[in-house]
């Protein structure tokens, strides 16, 4: 079945803790992108990639990076997480670089800081 | 840059009734394209509808379809025939060619009532 998968689902942390989203879609797709959303604020772009060793700033990426060492694997690192990042995040991928093709998005993840 | 903005925090209408949300949008970008996402209670995102900017006729998806006005920025979501399976966030998505950068608007809140 094609789809994007995120990992965990839900996460309970605290300021300063390091940790990790992972982000997998299995549909060969070039383009990937992590998205946060806040009540009011709608989906807000934090980082994309184009394709392989290739990413670029969103909207919103102060506070956290990226890699893309995989076209499969997009993960999202919270180096120091703080209260403000509490959120919920998808990650989405689409064949090509988008506006043209249709983005897949997964699950989400429900990121509580303490 | 490029900016967009649902003006509508909630909508409601009655079943089998027309609503239209609206989205008006900025970009620097001469080729772009625009969609409406329907995102219900599970948090799922799901594509209703894409434009692309240099079509003039409007898309439209079964009881979907849009009004798209480009001298005036304007991108609206009709919903024809409206169901209770309708209820949902709907959010308007703006993106150029020219490079991976996605904007969506803050999203509207649609209810549906029997």
């Known amino acids: 079945e094609a789809q994007v998968t995120q990992n965990p689902r839900y996460l309970i942390t605290v300021t300063g803790k390091k940790l990790t989203v992972t982000c997998s879609q299995n549909?060969?797709?070039?383009?990937m992108s992590w998205y946060r959303q806040d009540p009011g604020l709608g989906l807000r772009q934090i980082y994309y990639s184009m394709n392989v060793e290739v990413t670029d700033k969103g909207d919103v990426p102060e506070g956290y990076k990226v890699s893309r060492k995989e076209k499969r694997n997009f993960p999202l690192i919270l180096e120091s997480p703080s209260p403000n990042q509490t959120s919920l995040y998808f990650c989405?991928?689409?064949?090509?670089?988008?506006?043209?093709?249709?983005?897949?998005f997964g699950p989400g993840t429900r990121l509580t800081v303490t | 840059a490029q900016t967009v903005t649902q003006s509508q925090p909630e909508m409601s209408v009655q079943e089998a009734e027309t609503v239209t949300l609206s989205c008006t949008y900025d970009t620097s970008e001469s080729d772009y394209y625009l969609f409406w996402y329907k995102q219900p209670p599970s948090r799922q995102m799901i594509l209703v509808i894409r434009?692309?900017?240099?079509?003039?006729q409007n898309a439209t998806e079964n009881r979907f379809s849009v009004n798209f006005q480009k001298a005036a920025k304007s991108f609206s979501l009709k919903i024809s025939d409206s169901q209770l399976g309708d209820a949902a966030m709907y959010l308007c998505?703006?993106?150029?060619?020219?490079?991976?950068?996605?904007?969506f608007g803050q999203g509207t809140i649609l209810t549906v009532h029997p």
């Open positions: 434009q692309e900017a240099y079509k003039q």
């Open positions: 549909m060969n797709h070039e383009y």
């Open positions: 989405a991928s689409s064949q090509r670089g988008p506006p043209s093709s249709e983005q897949y």
């Open positions: 998505l703006a993106g150029g060619t020219s490079y991976g950068k996605l904007t």
